[in-house]
């Protein structure tokens, strides 16, 4: 392996954000480790696949082992993995907290601890997340309590990473998008989303991806929270 070339692990790699960071890697020659519950082998030899819930710490586990086994170091995580649960504050139940801390809160903390432990042993390496807008500007008719607690805890956290981390090489950033066009948002309900923000459209995979590239490549940023958002954080 060429010294040009990193080894990053993408989680919800299996459709829409996390698909395209995959593509966007490999088209730049690096090699992938895209996990989720639903990722399907690949017969890319530079992608190795592994399935499991993210919020299992035994997944963050054996997606760091297989990394360092087949490709022999980690250079970059992605912490794609999220769901979104949109429920007024009083509705949401036991099991809506649970299963959304679970995933967004406890499928950052365990890989993130085990990949920045592997980047120590390289010398350097880089943290990078997916956050959500609405933690800076909360939407009227778009209930996002619970985004709000798990994705600003993580962009909390992305900052102190940043700090703790600084000297030794590794970096942490995050992005934090607007309302892109995935698989969760159906086509009729495009024209709506799209005016909830100032540019007046809904976001694409491709400008979420491309903020992830910069942040991968710009050596001298970390502890940044890139809104990437159609001007939402800015205001209305």
């Known amino acids: 392996m060429s010294n040009s070339q990193k080894v990053i692990i993408v989680t919800g790699a299996s459709q829409g954000i996390g698909a395209g960071v995959v593509e966007g890697f490999r088209a730049l020659g690096h090699k992938v480790v895209a996990t989720s519950r639903s990722i399907q082998p690949s017969t890319d030899p530079d992608i190795l696949t592994v399935a499991g819930d993210i919020a ?8 760091v082992r297989e990394a360092v086994a087949r490709f022999g170091r980690i250079d970059t995580l992605v912490n794609n993995a999220g769901i979104f649960v949109a429920k007024p504050f009083t509705s949401y139940t036991k099991e809506d907290y649970a299963q959304v801390v679970a995933t967004n809160m406890s499928g950052f903390f365990y890989i993130s601890q085990l990949a920045i432990a592997e980047m120590e042993k390289n010398g350097g390496g880089h943290v990078v997340s997916v956050t ?68 007046g459209h809904m976001g694409e995979i491709s400008d979420i991806v491309q903020a992830i590239l910069y942040l991968d490549s710009a050596s001298f940023v970390t502890g940044e929270i890139l809104h990437v958002d159609g001007g939402q954080s800015a205001g209305h």
Not at 56 to 63: C, K, L, S, Y
Not at 164 to 178: F, L, Q
């Open 56 to 63: 299992d710490p035994a997944t963050a586990e054996r997606v």
């Open 132 to 199: 959500t807008s609405l933690v800076d500007h909360a939407i009227d008719g778009v209930p996002s309590v619970m985004a709000s607690l798990t994705k600003g805890g993580i962009n909390a956290a992305t900052k102190s990473i940043a700090i703790e981390y600084a000297k030794r090489g590794i970096r942490a950033n995050a992005v934090s998008p607007g309302i892109i066009k995935t698989p969760m948002h159906g086509a009729e309900t495009h024209d709506a989303l799209g005016k909830l923000h100032p540019v």
